[in-house]
């Protein structure tokens, strides 16, 4: 089985009142907290007088900026808070990342590409808030004691903390100074870290100035450093102006036709007057150009990145790319990421790229497979009348529940860079017992990183909101790492399964139409 999933762990985290770091990458395994039962009040009155003088104002207005190196590049941050509204912006080499916090809500835009957070990410902007602000400290009912343990040769304290609405995260507290040490949150396929250090005072407010960004794999980590933090100065009001997303440059709706080759279906793509095929790819977070391409195109390509797919790989490089053309729309100013897709993938794609995220981000598509063709415009351009599904874009990927076998509702990605029916992850078959039967028959997938393991069996049902697919050939994935091994979601939908309906994929605006296609079967009559 062949499928190409690439995630790029990129995004940022908000970085909050004590200038909590960003997260341009991500996950090292926490220690493990065993320890004895920790008086969790006292832990807490100790964390609230180590992060603030008694009697000091709240730092809710606070300007702080300084520098981001890491995974091959140099960059900058800048962060203004101002009561509820709150900016970061991030730059590593050409990539440019911004958060933008008004009250209760939460945008996220990157490399142009711009959106409202919903899910999980919304759900972990809350905890960092909660976190960040010091708020924890004084909402014991919030807060759980982990036990006692040991961190990099330090003794710590182990809590994991829950705003209202909120992820999960631990916190790890310095046993002598009780300041925050590091903050550890689940993160696709591990954990991510936040190392803090070099605390200084401002305000009568601990403010860490160096922090550490880490999924495990030290060779990718990003350093942010603070050089400088104003407080109690008022925000220019613009500063916080909502941030708008790329849209395709074109007139109006067209349609081109679709190319399959080994189950894949790819899209024609015109670059400084080259055409080219590129896989058409919803499950990956970036536009990919193999680095044959993007050495003819001339690319200046940097960075030392890391993808993940069917394992965790380097290789990963970033180029600006000035315009990328599909049909008569057009999309600009592009930060791309290249790699040897050839070797990545143990020779399974040698292909020309991968049509991902920035595309899906700027315009509303429609993937009519028995038809091959595919139809798209500007956002909200394509009218539907089937079944619409609420979309989750939080990731960069087109997230939805569906429920499976009539009874559990699970979040699933739709890949159209999968060419399987389905695949289940380990973590929620795991979780689910039963949901499949087991079975001997091992496989070997390929995708990007090389082969993962799998074995094949057969989902009883999955629903489509109230359109029932029956016995749907299923992958269960092995992997304990990679994009298979995802915590989040329960597998991703493919190809095999997509090909009964004519897809509509409006992602800009969260939604999902699916209208039974031409070669519609829901399954009911297979053995």
Not at 47 to 53: F, G, N, S, T, Y
Not at 358 to 383: E, H
Request: hydrophobic content about 40%; proline content about 5%.
């Amino acid at each position: 089985m062949e499928m190409l999933t690439i995630r790029h762990r990129m995004s940022a985290a908000v970085i909050l009142s004590f200038t909590l770091a960003a997260a341009f990458a991500p996950a090292a395994a926490a220690p493990r907290a065993a320890a004895p039962p920790l008086d969790l009040r006292a832990v807490l009155q100790n964390a609230a007088r180590a992060l603030a003088d008694p009697g000091s104002p709240r730092a809710d207005q606070l300007e702080a900026s300084g520098t981001l190196s890491g995974a091959g590049m140099s960059g900058t941050f800048h962060t203004w808070l101002d009561g509820e509204r709150e900016r970061d912006d991030q730059s590593l080499g050409p990539r440019a990342e911004t958060t933008l916090r008004l009250g209760p809500r939460v945008w996220f835009a990157s490399d142009g590409a711009a959106r409202e957070l919903t899910g999980i990410l919304l759900r972990r902007a809350r905890t960092q808030r909660f976190i960040d602000s010091g708020d924890f400290a004084a909402a014991p009912e919030r807060c759980a004691a982990r036990g006692r343990t040991v961190l990099e040769g330090r003794p710590v304290y182990a809590l994991d903390v829950t705003a209202e609405g909120g992820e999960t995260e631990t916190l790890y507290l310095d046993a002598r100074t009780w300041l925050p040490a590091r903050v550890a949150y689940d993160d696709d396929d591990g954990r991510t870290t936040i190392d803090l250090s070099d605390w200084r005072t401002a305000g009568g407010h601990r403010f860490p100035f160096r922090a550490v960004v880490s999924d495990g794999d030290r060779a990718f980590d990003v350093v942010q450093r603070t050089a400088s933090l104003t407080l109690g100065r008022p925000v220019d009001a613009a500063v916080f102006a909502p941030l708008a997303g790329r849209r395709i440059e074109m007139g109006a709706p067209e349609s081109v036709r679709l190319s399959y080759v080994d189950g894949h279906v790819y899209a024609p793509v015109t670059i400084a007057g080259r055409k080219f095929n590129f896989l058409l790819d919803s499950g990956s977070e970036n536009i990919v150009i193999d680095r044959r391409v993007a050495k003819t195109l001339g690319l200046v390509q940097q960075g030392a990145l890391e993808a993940s797919g069917a394992a965790r790989t380097g290789g990963l490089q970033v180029a600006r790319l000035p315009e990328l053309d599909v049909g008569g729309g057009k999309l600009r100013d592009l930060v791309v990421t290249t790699l040897d897709l050839g070797s990545s993938t143990e020779g399974a794609f040698r292909i020309d790229g991968i049509l991902g995220y920035p595309f899906f981000a700027a315009a509303a598509v429609r993937i009519d497979q028995p038809g091959g063709s595919m139809t798209f415009g500007p956002p909200g351009s394509l009218t539907s009348s089937g079944e619409r599904l609420a979309l989750e874009t939080d990731r960069a990927l087109p997230e939805t529940r569906l429920r499976v076998n009539g009874s559990v509702e699970a979040r699933f990605i739709l890949d159209t860079g999968n060419a399987a029916e389905l695949l289940l992850y380990r973590p929620f078959v795991e979780a689910h017992p039963g949901v499949v039967a087991y079975s001997a028959t091992n496989r070997r997938s390929y995708g990007i990183g090389g082969a993962t393991s799998s074995y094949r069996t057969v989902l009883d049902e999955l629903d489509f909101g109230s359109i029932q697919i029956y016995h749907s050939e299923t992958d269960v994935m092995l992997a304990t790492r990679g994009a298979f091994a995802d915590r989040f979601d329960a597998g991703n939908v493919g190809l095999g399964l997509l090909k009964n309906f004519v897809v509509t994929l409006d992602e800009a605006q969260n939604a999902l139409y699916l209208e039974r296609s031409a070669a519609f079967d829901d399954g009911s009559n297979r053995d």
